[in-house]
T-cell receptor, first 115, second 112 residues
Framework: AQSVTQLGSHVSVSEGALVLLRCNYSSSVPPYLFWYVQYPNQGLQLLLKYTSAATLVKGINGFEAEFKKSETSFHLTKPSAHMSDAAEYFCAALYSGAGSYQLTFGKGTKLSVIP | DADVTQTPRNRITKTGKRIMLECSQTKGHDRMYWYRQDPGLGLQLIYYSFDVKDINKGEISDGYSVSRQAQAKFSLSLESAIPNQTALYFC???????????FGPGTRLTVL
């Protein structure tokens, strides 16, 4: 079965420090890839998506992610963390199978930002 | 106004009760989805629908049923709720199978 792995269920960074959230997907055929953010008591909001047009994808709120086929990775980064970035982040991959496409989510990484 | 709405936002019910969660969307999308979120497990797909006449089971459909009343409405039912169905439930929509999904605000369900 296809899967998405997010390394680290909790990540803490200081305000102003680099944010790095890791995501690896399992597939020899690069799927479509997404990063979503979930703020407390809210639904998921799309941060960015990879659809094979460019390996470096820029998203909202200063986040970006780089697709690396050789490493089957799609890590999310932000140069300088802000307090408002504290949330849970989900990596997701769109896999095809049995004539359909389904979105497979990682288990999430909760980001804490320390003042 | 929100594009994807869910009602109720919070619900407490008892074991054995029937409960329905409702989802409405104004995005005009044909594809709608129901997910369940448990802490530390991410989101798991319960059911999905590509149009009013097309309903498909997801990875954890046991104990759940759905109804697609119209393009804009997709309901999730628990015929006889049990405590391990306590979770956060999300509805989502997408324009096509390649596009991102748009999520509602979620329904927090507690089964006592």
């Amino acid at each position: 079965a296809q899967s998405v792995t997010q390394l680290g269920s909790h990540v803490s960074v200081s305000e102003g420090a680099l944010v790095l959230l890791r995501c690896n997907y399992s597939s020899s055929v690069p799927p479509y890839l997404f990063w979503y953010v979930q703020y407390p008591n809210q639904g998921l909001q799309l941060l960015l998506k990879y659809t094979s047009a460019a390996t470096l994808v820029k998203g909202i709120n200063g986040f970006e992610a780089e697709f690396k086929k050789s490493e089957t990775s799609f890590h999310l980064t932000k140069p300088s963390a802000h307090m408002s970035d504290a949330a849970e982040y989900f990596c997701a991959a769109l896999y095809s199978g049995a004539g359909s496409y389904q979105l497979t989510f990682g288990k999430g990484t909760k980001l804490s930002v320390i003042p | 106004d929100a594009d994807v709405t869910q009602t109720p936002r919070n619900r407490i019910t008892k074991t054995g009760k029937r409960i329905m969660l409702e989802c409405s969307q104004t995005k005009g999308h044909d594809r709608m989805y129901w997910y369940r979120q448990d802490p530390g497990l991410g989101l798991q797909l319960i059911y999905y629908s590509f149009d009013v006449k097309d309903i498909n089971k997801g990875e954890i459909s046991d104990g759940y049923s759905v109804s697609r009343q119209a393009q804009a409405k997709f309901s999730l039912s628990l015929e006889s709720a049990i405590p391990n169905q306590t979770a956060l439930y999300f509805c989502a929509t997408s324009e096509s199978r390649y596009n991102e999904q748009f999520f509602g605000p979620g329904t927090r369900l507690t089964v006592l």
